[in-house]
């Protein structure tokens, strides 16, 4: 398994393009400089009146699909 962590600030208004389809996925930088695209809908359980704000550990198989994401 691998696992690659980052953080996120995005403003409820700025996430709103997700939920209205303007945008289906969030580009993200890891710790270690790799960039990721995550699937915006993977990222709902965590928005908040703020939006998008903290740390994020994302889980995946050794062929990189998806197993899980945390916020930390």
Do not use: C, W
Request: aromatic fraction near 14%; proline fraction near 3%.
């Amino acid at each position: 398994m691998n696992q690659y962590y980052f953080s996120l600030n995005i403003s409820y208004q700025s996430f709103l393009a997700h939920y209205n389809g303007i945008a289906s996925s969030v580009l993200v930088t890891t710790d270690n400089g790799i960039r990721l695209q995550l699937p915006a809908t993977k990222f709902r359980p965590f928005l908040s009146q703020i939006g998008l704000n903290g740390r994020f550990r994302l889980t995946t198989d050794q062929n990189n699909k998806f197993i899980k994401l945390e916020m930390l």
